[in-house]
């Protein structure tokens, strides 16, 4: 029996207050894109209140929705940022 492949899901700050964790482990889903991981995480309790598009870092490399995923991939979900 094969091993279901998963993505690394890291929720940071309010992302995380929301889903109730800051580490998440998802199956990799279909179709393979951000958009799709996205889509996922707001249906589970509280993602609803996560933007249709958030600022998304896949490897630590900015993302947009239509990039692909793939097993082992860490998937940082990143809240808008502000500093000086």
Do not use: H, K
């Not at 249906?43 to 490399?61: E, F, T, Y």
């Not at 947009?64 to 502000?82: F, T």
Request: net charge neutral.
């Amino acid at each position: 029996m094969a091993d279901t492949p998963f993505l690394r899901v890291l929720l940071f700050a309010r992302y995380a207050d929301l889903l109730g964790t800051d580490l998440l482990r998802l199956p990799v889903p279909e179709p393979p894109t951000v958009a799709r991981v996205i889509e996922l995480l707001r249906q589970r309790p509280g993602g609803a209140q996560l933007p249709a598009m958030p600022l998304v870092a896949v490897n630590a490399r900015q993302a947009r929705g239509s990039d692909p995923v793939q097993a082992g991939d860490e998937v940082a979900v990143l809240p808008p940022m502000a500093g000086g």
